[in-house]
């Protein structure tokens, strides 16, 4: 690749989606790319990774319509406020304009929480936890850019509802669970859970805890975030129940939002390299590649080996292919990398011969021998031993990105190196919006929370770090992506 | 229920899709449901058949953007007059007025082969064969039914190109084998391929073949289609290919649209009875309930039983439930044979001390006994047994569907038996769209054209039954849903 990726990370990233065909931006629709086959093939196991997940946990699918009345939207004052000015709307139908106009939906609740007030009448309608895996749409003003900021993205909503406070704040709990389970264990990407300060909530929330990732460049990206609704919702959609002492109650309510088009820009940027990207194995579209490597004079044994090993990988429950296309092995190595598939064999006559055989692992760049008849046995120990690896180079990274600093020089300075950057501050509620707003106006970094259920306290005459009253709390401060 | 199948299909389905609670018709926007869990479910197994099965045929998916710009659209002028009385239109962004406004896609040809005449250069990259599972929006302004027609619904749409006539052609009959395989043999929907009249085609292709299968009541109902859309699209969209001799060739296309939605509804009305939904075992969301029955005195046996039974079950790989709920026995059979679960297992004191299980088949209302370590040996054999017999109902219902008629009143009269009725008729292309204007104004009923690579010829001196001019096909009619 032309960029390297320490070196100017964004070039980078906007190389490797065009190498690698993840996604074509000539859709001649601001915002919106064509998402390509194989960045499809990976987000479709993320998204049945997840569900699997979800609804083992006791979610079930459904589907909502993409449309929302304009009135419906209105109804949670701050979410609406929150909301309105990206609302794509929909105001005609073939040439008759709409006796209301519809906004495409830029995210489910108002349509949801509608649906829940009728669903739920008595406790034992609850706990409700129902996700749709959609996409949705943003009429985004800043730039965008794919995986990471677009006009229309995929993701999985889901929103659950609660007899009580307790249930809720423990389905809060279960979401982050998830996220460590599946972003962090599954796909390599570490995170922390910050509870977001009041002004950076999502809109009509209570609380907000949202997994902060970071990129290469060490700027902050936001990744699932869990919503604890409380009573906001259910009261302005009346979703009421009646309790064991027959008495009307407000449902509790969470939603949690994974979004699988950013998660993949995650993917791409940690795991990649300068050769390309560097798939963990469960998400390769082709875990496995066998590059047959023959003359005119042998070519009828490599492509019967070649075949023979498909088969017996395939019948292992791997997804495997051959690359018999008329390029030079040199190329086909080069196009196998760039696309990050995590193990690729070489077939030439010797190895047809001699039954041993040569894997390269893409994630590490070393080779392995292994004998044909223990081929499996290594797949299916490489298959382990390749995701600890992505997640513990991942991690290594993450963890050397935390700072702390007690002045602005210092956070300015601390700044540079990316990353995380630990400050005292006056307060998370309202009235420390004033200072964040300062000390990102002075240093371009955001405030990003507290780290949830942390037990972090300033010492006393410890101050904040713009206005110099007492310290309330540590939070944690970047550049955002 | 309280309507019957039989005797008035039309509100026994409006019944089913409620007392099942697969769709919710409250959602407030018109002609849009929310899809319920127990919908989605099986929605989602009928995807990944369809997905599975398209992908082994070399297909891959890609998403495309919800929204087409309008100049985009109107690049071919038969394809946007057949769907712009029909489009929702996005207008604006936040409180702006955007530039262009943007179709939400009724159907995404446009978008996608714009891309295609990037994409495609040289015969290596043809063929191109590509599908995206997507909802598509239509502005409908006849009445709309649940699974049947919807302003939105969901399905795929797969997209092809090749450097030949004779490739596209193989494609044409290559999606009708999918049908077979999947509609017929693993959903049990039967249908005939009719290439439609000229009049009748998908705006733009030079040819639409469509699978009509038939509704309870008779009436037909058009199920996936494929189209020969040869040059036209190529043309319109300059997607052109140099040859081997390194001429530029437009290419050829075909295009293949099963709409997951609406097979869902003609699953639901062909194997549903009058106590509810009939499942095909492979699209169950659970295929084996277990219904413990027990006293407070023996409920620890019976419990510990059922839980056993679930967890051999479940490890063999089927999706299996047990209903601990507080309702009876009765109500759990009721509830259970409305969601269609196509094998009840009931545990009494009896079953769990004797190893001897009932096993209910919902399909045939029968029941079998089997001892507790051949379960799993016996499932398994159900479960092609339950295929056979759903597949081979639809079949002799089907079949039995099929009436000759030579004049109008004989029309007319096969008319009442529903089904399709073959007739003498003097042509498919334009100009016979008067004599089939004619024939349904008089008698309801569409013609649907002629059945796919049929040999069947008029006799010498058999009339059109309309104009009286000599027949030159056999077409069949019926009544459209």
Redesign the interface.
């Known amino acids: 690749m032309k960029n390297k990726k320490n070196e100017n990370f964004s070039e980078w990233f906007t190389e490797i989606t065009q190498e690698a065909e993840l996604c ?1 931006l ?4 601001k915002g ?6 194989w960045a ?2 990976t ?2 196991k993320m998204y049945a990774i997840y569900e699997a997940e979800l609804e083992r946990r006791g979610h ?10 304009e009135s ?1 939207l209105n109804k949670e004052s701050e979410h609406v406020e929150g909301f ?12 008759k304009k709409l006796e209301e ?2 906004a ?1 939906r830029p995210t489910s609740e108002t ?1 949801i929480y ?2 829940y007030s ?2 739920i009448q008595g406790l034992k309608d609850l706990p409700l936890k ?1 996700y749709q895996s959609c ?1 949705v ?1 943003r ?1 985004e ?1 800043s730039a965008t850019r794919p995986f990471i900021r677009g006009r ?1 993205f ?1 993701w999985i909503e889901a929103h659950d509802a609660f007899a009580t406070r307790e249930q809720a704040e423990q389905q809060v709990r279960d979401d982050m669970e998830m996220t460590e389970l599946i972003m962090h264990q599954q796909f390599g990407i570490p995170f922390m859970f910050f509870q977001r300060p009041q002004w950076d909530k999502f809109p009509g929330a209570e609380n907000t805890y949202a997994a902060d990732c970071l990129m290469p460049d060490g700027k902050i990206v936001q990744q699932p975030s869990t919503h604890m609704l409380g009573q906001k919702f259910s009261k302005a959609f009346d979703i009421k129940f009646m309790d064991e002492n027959g008495k009307l109650q407000y449902a509790w309510q969470t939603c949690y939002g994974p979004c699988i088009w950013r998660i993949y820009a995650s993917i791409i940027a940690q795991h990649g390299d300068d050769k390309g990207l560097i798939m963990p194995f469960a998400l390769a579209p082709v875990q496995i590649i066998i590059v047959p490597i023959f003359k005119k004079e042998n070519e009828t044994v490599v492509r019967d080996k070649s075949y023979k090993i498909k088969q017996m990988i395939m019948q292992a429950g791997f997804r495997v292919d051959v690359d018999f296309s008329e390029q030079t092995p040199g190329s086909k190595f080069y196009k196998w990398e760039m696309k990050g598939v995590p193990i690729r064999i070489e077939i030439g006559e010797k190895e047809a011969n001699s039954g041993i055989l040569t894997l390269a692992r893409r994630d590490s760049s070393t080779k392995e021998q292994v004998e044909e008849s223990k081929l499996i046995a290594k797949i299916t120990d490489l298959q382990e031993t390749i995701r600890k690896n992505l997640v513990s180079k991942a991690d290594d990274y993450f963890i050397s990105k935390f700072f702390n600093a007690s002045t602005k020089e210092e956070l300015k300075e601390q700044l540079k190196k990316g990353g995380f950057v630990r400050i005292p501050f006056c307060s998370i509620d309202v009235d420390g919006k004033e200072c964040a707003d300062e000390v990102k106006a002075e240093t371009v970094a955001d405030v990003r929370g507290v780290p949830f259920d942390s037990n972090e306290k300033p010492k006393y005459g410890e101050r904040c770090i713009h206005c110099g009253k007492p310290a309330k709390v540590y939070v944690y401060a970047g550049r955002q992506y």
Chains 1, 2 share one sequence.
Do not use: C
């Not at 000539?26 to 629709?29: G, H, N």
């Open positions: 074509d000539r859709s001649e629709i919106m790319v064509v998402n390509m086959p499809v093939m987000m479709k079930r699918p459904a589907l909502f319509p993409a449309l929302i009345p419906l309105v000015a990206n609302v794509l709307w929909v105001t005609h139908g073939g040439d106009k519809y495409l349509i509608k649906m009728l669903w129902i996409q749409w009429y003003t229309e995929w």
